[in-house]
């Protein structure tokens, strides 16, 4: 059961990001999704920064309390 949460939570947080920088922040980003898959490619990094770090700590916090289900990357 653990892993289906992880992965709702992991969807969930990977689509507010890329809304919130597309509607909210504005950037013309290029979002790209595909079978369990999101790409987000930001035109302005620094104006992105703070809601990308957001993402950044979600998921890692996610990791702490599920270190076998999810790894993060950087």
């Known amino acids: 059961m653990d892993g289906k949460l ?7 947080a990977a ?11 504005g950037d013309n980003a290029q979002v790209e999704t ?12 620094e104006e992105c920064s703070v809601v990308l ?11 702490k309390e599920y270190p076998n289900k999810i790894k993060v990357i950087m």
Do not use: M, P, R, W
């Open 6 to 12: 992880v992965c709702a939570a992991v969807s969930s």
């Open 15 to 25: 689509i507010l990001t890329a809304n919130t920088v597309t509607e909210i922040i």
């Open 34 to 45: 595909d079978d369990g898959y999101l790409k987000l490619f930001v035109d302005d990094a």
């Open 53 to 63: 770090n957001g993402l950044h700590l979600h998921l890692c916090e996610l990791q």
